[in-house]
């Protein structure tokens, strides 16, 4: 088993939509979540964080935590074709690095 | 404000070589990362650093070597370049605080070894 599944998708919505994209870790002990989009070609960017359960609003973005399911989300909402990207789930165990997933390809359709 | 740096952006190198992968921050940050991103394998971590002088393995560190004299700098050096070893390499960096664990990527390397 993977320590952060992701499903690789793609995930397509229309434009307008929300997205959903979902994310399973598998160690317990995991404090420190992040959401992190990667455009084809480039570098992966931090667009949230997460430490406690429940929502985290930042804009377009919420990210949900359920440490009970071992599960995280990430919802963009006005979903536009700037969103098409790759997004990693990744998890912060102990106090070293971060582990990610493999990532869920988006893509918006205009 | 430059952040992160990562030098040189593209590689190009022999079977057999050694290279070197630069990675340079300016945010004093305590932690520093080398990972590799490959399709259908995800970014891996190759090694990290806690501080100047203080190195650990990643899950992928065999063939490569990390020093980390200054805080600023974390260079990464495959011994003896095998073409397993072409990937896209990125160097990230954290604050050593515990009021934030959040990471930040550089520019990223490719490197092909023929």
Known sequence: QKEVEQNSGPLSVPEGAIASLNCTYSDRGSQSFFWYRQYSGKSPELIM???SNGDKEDGRFTAQLNKASQYVSLLIRDSQPSDSATYLCAVLTGRRALTFGSGTRLQVQP | DAGITQSPRYKITETGRQVTLMCHQ?????????????????????????????????????????????????????????????????????????????????????????
């Open chain 1, 49 to 51: 964080s997460i430490y």
């Open chain 2, 26 to 114: 300016t945010w004093s940050h305590s932690y520093m990362f080398w990972y590799r991103q490959d399709l259908g394998h995800g970014l891996r971590l190759i090694y990290y650093s806690a501080a100047a002088d203080i190195t650990d393995k990643g899950e992928v560190s065999d063939g490569y070597v990390v020093s980390r004299s200054k805080t600023e700098n974390f260079p990464l050096t495959l011994e003896s370049a095998t073409r397993s070893q072409t990937s896209v390499y990125f160097c990230a960096s954290r604050s050593g605080t515990s009021a934030s664990y959040e990471q930040y990527f550089g520019p990223g390397t490719r490197l092909t070894v023929t």
